[in-house]
Nanobody, 122 residues
Framework: QLQFVESGGGLVQPGGSLRLSCVAS????????IGWFRQAPGKERERVLC????????NYADSAKGRFTISRDNAKNTVYLQMNMLKPDDTALYYCAAARTCYYRQSEFTYWGQGTQVTVSS
């Protein structure tokens, strides 16, 4: 099955950090851009960051600026989301997905995984 497998979520206190991983299963992600998305309860899914095949990142969520960093290791077929200074508003299910360009609509991203839950609470 072609999909991503996300991991690294958990319960963290405000101000803490987490690093999420997104491993491609059944395909090679070299030629794809990869986006990290999140969906909080009762809210629409939001695009957070996107990284090109060459490693250039684009931020889509103002709330993540200066706190979240996206990176990729093509040799490991993996994309990461480093999240620092976490806030309760960051609580959400985090997903990654692939596309040919970061400018695609969310509906045009593919290989969605099951997500990893991040809960920020004291």
């Amino acid at each position: 099955q072609l999909q991503f497998v996300e991991s690294g979520g958990g319960l963290v206190q405000p101000g803490g950090s987490l690093r999420l991983s997104c491993v491609a299963s059944g395909f090679i992600l070299d030629s794809y851009v990869i986006g990290w998305f999140r969906q909080a309860p009762g809210k629409e899914r939001e695009r957070v960051l996107c990284i090109s095949s060459s490693g250039t990142s684009t931020n889509y969520a103002d709330s993540a600026k200066g706190r979240f960093t996206i990176s990729r290791d093509n040799a490991k077929n993996t994309v990461y989301l480093q999240m620092n200074m976490l806030k309760p508003d960051d609580t959400a299910l985090y997903y990654c997905a692939a596309a040919r360009t970061c400018y695609y609509r969310q509906s045009e991203f593919t290989y969605w995984g099951q997500g990893t839950q991040v809960t920020v609470s004291s």
